[in-house]
């Protein structure tokens, strides 16, 4: 299994902020309270991979984020691997539906069961 790590510190978001915005993915609210988000390092330790979501109020609907591979490791599968990861850990957490904004992703969200939506 895949090891990833929770974002703990201040300076585990900051390292995920550089990765996520290199990756022209949001930042904005990754310190909040509500967003689970974990990584994954590589060999060097350097980020290479991230992924998470934050609940609705009723904790019944989770919006996905901050799924981004390190160009190095694109098209290996490990955006389907972490993009399931937060599904899964959404799930667990009670979320009964999940939604996510993609500018450009479509075909691989599809690729996942997702289907597009009026926002």
Partial sequence: MMALAPVASAADV???HAFLAAADLTVTGLDDPGVWLCFRRD????ISG???FEL?????HALI???AV???LR???LGSTLARHALAAAADA???????????SGPFWRGLGFQEADR
């Fill in 14 to 16: 900051a390292t995920l």
């Fill in 43 to 46: 060999a060097d330790g350097r």
């Fill in 50 to 52: 991230s992924t998470g």
């Fill in 56 to 60: 609705s109020a009723d904790g019944r």
């Fill in 65 to 67: 984020r901050s799924v």
């Fill in 70 to 72: 390190g160009p190095a």
């Fill in 75 to 77: 098209s290996a599968g």
């Fill in 94 to 104: 009670g979320a009964e539906r999940a939604w996510l904004f993609s500018r450009r």
